[in-house]
């Protein structure tokens, strides 16, 4: 991700996590999203160096149709060989045509690069259509899980693990 596909990332971004958690988180909080905002908070991060996090964009041609996120695992700070995808999203519009998937593959080849033994990541126990996502890409509950806080309303999130390559 370059600075100049900001803004499309954060488009990208709101516009996902509206269509993937209608129903599941507080149609408040989805509202409240804001894409401008969003692009303004990567931006301020991004100048500032980015927090050895890798930002992974696809694209048609010039165009930004997917966005993932990739780093140190935020958990236990004694576990320094995992990573974690912090965030994958795709253009609703692209879903299912191999946007995800092409990077989910960039993904894991980054965090083998990166040296991670496993790549772990957070999903909302009620988005079944990301639960299938991450596990035909052969990631799998490892039997932790937390509740998150959405305006409110704990909602429970598993989280899934595999190795990166």
Known sequence: MTRDDIDAVAAVRVRGWQTAYAGIVPQSYLDA???GAD?????E???AGGKRVD??????????TGWAALG???GEPDDA?????????????????????ALMAAVRARAGE???RSLRLWVLADNAQALRFYERAGFA???????????????KELRYATDPA
């Open 141 to 155: 509950p490892d039997g932790t899980d937390q509740i998150e806080m959405y305006d409110g309303v704990p909602l």
């Open 33 to 35: 999203m804001d894409a």
């Open 55 to 64: 930002n992974l964009v696809a694209t048609d041609g010039a165009e930004v």
């Open 81 to 101: 060989e995992a990573g974690e995808l912090y965030a994958i999203y795709v253009r609703p519009d692209r879903i299912g045509r191999g946007t995800g998937r």
């Open 72 to 74: 140190p695992y935020r």
């Open 39 to 43: 692009a303004e908070r990567r931006k």
């Open 45 to 47: 991060w991004f100048d």
């Open 114 to 116: 990166r040296g991670f």
